[in-house]
């Protein structure tokens, strides 16, 4: 270890300077109950700490990255346009670039307003929704994660109709134009929009749920929400921040057979670079500034060194496309459905989410997924720290990597098996 640095003694360190030594909660592994990885630096399909340990990423950056860490040929265009300059306060030909490639994949953003990352492009959409319908009500779904924003910040009271904060300093001003419906419910939306139907200007959903583990709705669901919001004239926006260019070269909702009405992305498209983006029917989007009277800006708004990075993480995703996603799927379907025979072998009783190249854990206790998440650290194999977080399947992932996780899996399900836990949670 170089000159006695570890994990913990920069944990320890970054404590003394970050609040509880990370800029994102979920940084900290509490949910997970171990003491934090501090990453060095990723290669392919593998991270590094500062204790000499190398891991199997499948966090992936939250869902950032795709080809896999450092893409030789992405981090060679990268240092390339590093030399041009980082920020101008004026439009620059990536911005353009990034767009055609958005568009000629998702034509259904015949507009789009590049942002620097999902929470604000969620915000960006619905402030849009909001001017564009002449309503203030905003409909979402349990289970559902879009961003930061605080009137997003916000759960359904139990029983009852209303939402309460979920985080100390969202008022309960700031959260009551905000309606929360039952994912997946068809009967909880109808409710929704019998009661409040003509004053919503939107609904916002992710097509395949990433944030409560994974969860991918029916396509009557879906389908639903795109005749009610087209019956009482509200707009649909599809968070498409995890999901989009995670499955495919193209829009998710063409696979339910559903058009939203405008699509908020992030993540892949910035391969790694802080991002988000949101687009839509040039009907809808010329209401943003300049041409509307929507107001959205930001300083570092299509900044060229996230476009570029964008362009040449996109550029290599869309060669030889349907070979790569058949990869990626196949990786992740295989991996899913292997980890759940060996579960079942064990008798561990683990339920997961799966959505092709996506996938979460779900333990009937809390202590067991501490200890299976333990034994997969300790074996070099780094799962989303908590069993609400999506996990993801990378370009870079091998074979050699599938079998080890399986490896890994099958000594976590051996010790758990011969524990007893108690069930009582
Ligand atoms: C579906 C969804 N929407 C929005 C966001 C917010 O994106 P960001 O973290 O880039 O602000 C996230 C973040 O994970 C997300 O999963």
Known sequence: MENNI?????????????????????????YAGIAPLI???????????????????????????ILGHAHPLVVKGLKNKLNDGFVFGATT???????????????????????????????????LARAFTGRDLLVKFTSSYHGHADYLLCEKKVLEDGVIPVSKGVTANLIKDTIIAEYGNIESIKDVFAKYGKKIAAVIVEPVAGNYGVICPNVDFIKTLRS?????GALLIFDEVITGFRFGFWELGSMFCVRPDVIVLGKIIGGGMPIGAFGGREKIMNYL???????????FS??????ANGINTLKILNQDTKAKYKYLINYGITLSYEIKKIAYKYGIGLTMGEFLTMFSFKFKTREMFHDFYKIAIENGVFFAPSEFEANFISLAH????????????????????????????
């Open 228 to 232: 009610l919001t087209k019956q009482y």
């Open 93 to 127: 030909r990536e911005e353009i670039e990034l767009a055609k490639i958005i568009k000629s994949a998702v034509p259904l953003m015949e507009k789009i307003r590049f942002v620097n990352s999902g929470t604000e492009a969620v915000m960006g959409a619905i402030r």
């Open 39 to 65: 990453i060095k630096n990723g290669r392919g399909s593998k991270v590094y700490d500062y204790n000499g340990k190398s891991y199997i990423d499948y966090v992936l950056g939250y869902g950032a990255i």
């Open 398 to 425: 091998t074979e050699k990597d599938l079998k080890k996780t399986l490896f890994v899996c099958e000594k976590a399900f051996r010790k758990i098996s011969k524990k007893d836990y108690q069930y009582a949670e």
């Open 289 to 299: 500034a300049p041409l509307g009277e929507v107001y959205q800006a930001g300083t």
């Open 302 to 307: 299509g900044n060229p060194i996230s476009m």
């Open 6 to 30: 570890t994990n913990e003694s920069l944990y320890k360190e970054a404590s003394e300077y970050m609040v509880g030594g990370v800029n994102s909660p979920i940084r900290a592994f509490k």
